[in-house]
């Protein structure tokens, strides 16, 4: 069971975090490009937000780990270890559009075992220890419980965009895609919380980082959905992933994207 101080600590967290990011969401100044090649945005928020998140577990789990996007690693040999995204989805963010989030997450052993997505704009949070889910907002407060789909023509689908596919990887996407009553592009982590809300029934991502769904599992999980990488095994190290409302779904998912073309 998780310990109930650290669940009231997510929130701490995610207040300290959305006090650092919202004077500067739809009022930037200027942009950074961290890649050598290609887009890879970052801003003043995505690290006064991460400054923020790891000065307050310092200061309270002064012998737990921290990984995070921005700032690099800590103590990644403890037992429990922070895992930071301080602006998921900076794309959607320098655009003004509000499908970003602050994702913490927290591992213990190893596994994930505790996480939140706070999106501080609409004051939601979507938070789940894999045991159970709940989420606090505007609609008051309520347990995530993900949807019934046995059927991927029944299923509305998210990726960020098709486009992330490259080869063989892009066929294997098409394939499920092809198949789906609905896709639907672009919506960063709440496309997760989506799912695990009950309002779509799964996503398909390449290239993730850890930081970018160690968070989110014990959320879906929580929900009652399934988060594994596209051979079916743990998604807490990022690359290729698939999380899904339903078992059944998950199951066909799978098999259509390893099918061989």
């Given at each position: 069971?998780?310990?109930?101080?650290?669940?009231?600590?997510?929130?701490?967290?995610?207040?300290?975090?959305?006090?650092?990011?919202?004077?500067?969401?739809?009022?930037?100044?200027?942009?950074?490009?961290?890649?050598?090649?290609?887009?890879?945005?970052?801003?003043?928020?995505?690290?006064?937000?991460?400054?923020?998140?790891?000065?307050?577990?310092?200061?309270?789990?002064?012998?737990?780990?921290?990984m995070g996007e921005e700032f690099g690693d800590e103590n990644l040999d403890a037992e429990n270890v922070?895992?930071?995204?301080?602006?998921?989805?900076?794309?959607?963010?320098?655009?003004?559009?509000?499908?970003?989030?602050?994702?913490?997450?927290?591992?213990?052993?190893?596994?994930?075992?505790?996480?939140?997505?706070?999106?501080?704009?609409?004051?939601?949070?979507?938070?789940?220890?894999?045991?159970?889910?709940?989420?606090?907002?505007?609609?008051?407060?309520?347990?995530?419980?993900?949807?019934?789909?046995?059927?991927?023509?029944?299923?509305?689908?998210?990726?960020?965009?098709?486009?992330?596919?490259?080869?063989?990887?892009?066929?294997?996407?098409?394939?499920?895609?092809?198949?789906?009553?609905?896709?639907?592009?672009?919506?960063?982590?709440?496309?997760?919380?989506?799912?695990?809300?009950?309002?779509?029934?799964?996503?398909?991502?390449?290239?993730?980082?850890?930081?970018?769904?160690?968070?989110?599992?014990?959320?879906?999980e929580g929900a009652g959905g399934r988060v594994t990488s596209w051979?079916?095994?743990?998604?807490?190290?990022?690359?290729?992933?698939?999380?899904?409302?339903?078992?059944?779904?998950?199951?066909?998912?799978?098999?259509?994207?390893?099918?061989?073309?």
């Amino acid at each position: 069971m998780t310990d109930p101080t650290l669940i009231a600590f997510l929130d701490r967290l995610a207040d300290s975090a959305g006090k650092a990011i919202m004077p500067h969401f739809r009022a930037l100044n200027s942009v950074e490009n961290k890649a050598a090649t290609g887009f890879d945005p970052v801003t003043v928020a995505d690290r006064a937000s991460e400054e923020a998140l790891r000065a307050l577990i310092n200061e309270h789990y002064p012998s737990h780990g921290i990984m995070g996007e921005e700032f690099g690693d800590e103590n990644l040999d403890a037992e429990n270890v922070w895992v930071l995204d301080p602006i998921d989805g900076t794309r959607a963010f320098i655009s003004g559009l509000p499908v970003w989030g602050t994702l913490i997450g927290l591992t213990t052993g190893g596994r994930p075992s505790l996480g939140m997505m706070a999106q501080p704009f609409t004051g939601e949070r979507f938070a789940g220890n894999g045991a159970r889910a709940w989420y606090t907002g505007p609609e008051g407060d309520r347990v995530l419980k993900t949807r019934a789909c046995d059927k991927l023509s029944d299923a509305v689908l998210f990726t960020t965009t098709p486009s992330l596919f490259k080869g063989s990887d892009r066929e294997a996407y098409d394939r499920v895609e092809n198949e789906v009553r609905l896709a639907r592009y672009g919506c960063d982590c709440y496309a997760y919380c989506m799912v695990a809300a009950g309002f779509a029934d799964a996503v398909i991502e390449v290239g993730l980082h850890a930081y970018d769904i160690v968070a989110l599992i014990p959320v879906i999980e929580g929900a009652g959905g399934r988060v594994t990488s596209w051979d079916g095994g743990s998604a807490a190290s990022g690359g290729r992933v698939v999380a899904s409302g339903d078992a059944r779904l998950h199951d066909q998912i799978l098999e259509t994207l390893n099918r061989a073309g």
